[in-house]
């Protein structure tokens, strides 16, 4: 997320640029965080603060969220339908 906010103050200068942010639920992150390895419940907690932080953030900084949830191939459809809108504006 620090990234794109790098790039979002330099939007003055160039705005060609979108941003999209595929949004997991914060189950589902803890679930494939688990399953990397194991993890004290320190490391866990601050993982899972990390990424409620990236989605409360993404909600106010990103240009589109997509459900990374649903089935790759409808992710994608998502992902292409927003490029394809954008590149009519």
């Known amino acids: 997320m620090f990234g794109l906010l790098k ?5 003055k200068i160039d ?7 595929l949004n997991i639920p914060t189950n589902l ?3 494939r965080i688990r399953k990397r ?3 004290s419940d320190d490391e866990m907690k601050q993982r899972v603060s990390s990424a409620e932080y ?5 909600k106010i900084h990103c240009d589109y969220i997509v459900d990374a ?5 409808l992710v994608i459809e998502n992902v292409i339908d927003i490029l394809k809108s954008e590149i009519r504006n």
Request: zero cysteines; hydrophobic letters at 35%.
């Open 7 to 11: 790039i979002q103050e330099q939007r």
């Open 15 to 21: 705005n060609k640029y979108i941003s999209i942010f």
């Open 29 to 31: 992150v803890m679930e």
């Open 37 to 39: 390895g194991v993890l």
């Open 54 to 58: 990236e989605t409360e953030q993404a």
């Open 69 to 73: 949830t649903q089935q790759l191939e």
